[in-house]
Nanobody
Framework: QVQLVESGGGLVQPGGSLRLSCAASGSAFTISAMGWYRQAPGKQRELVASITSDSNTNYADSVKGRFTISRDNAKNTVFLQLNSLKPEDTAVYYC?????????????WGQGTLVTVSS
């Protein structure tokens, strides 16, 4: 089974930047797609960005041009660079990893990291 550990959230002023990281650990697994979701208070969880195993990326319209997703396959880690942050970006951010192990496909979720954008 894969465990995910997230880091990098915090309080930032509007216009500021943060970098989120999510590291996967475990044994006998192969990661395919990785992504970041977020959930704001009173709202449903939504996809922010995703990246395939060959680094094709996809972004929500609300973050295009401001956020960048990347991955380090050697370290089984996915990153999310958040720039030009807005108050409406305030949410708990969750990483998501699709992986194969023992012939089956699985999805793992991180524990969530809070991003607060406020002056």
């Amino acid at each position: 089974q894969v465990q995910l550990v997230e880091s990098g959230g915090g309080l930032v002023q509007p216009g500021g930047s943060l970098r989120l990281s999510c590291a996967a650990s475990g044994s006998a697994f192969t990661i395919s797609a990785m992504g970041w979701y977020r959930q704001a208070p009173g709202k449903q969880r939504e996809l922010v960005a995703s990246i395939t195993s060959d680094s094709n990326t996809n972004y929500a319209d609300s973050v295009k041009g401001r956020f960048t997703i990347s991955r380090d396959n050697a370290k089984n880690t996915v990153f999310l660079q958040l720039n030009s942050l807005k108050p409406e970006d305030t949410a708990v951010y969750y990483c998501n990893v699709n992986y194969r192990a023992y012939g089956d496909r699985f999805i793992a979720w991180g524990q969530g990291t809070l991003v607060t954008v406020s002056s």
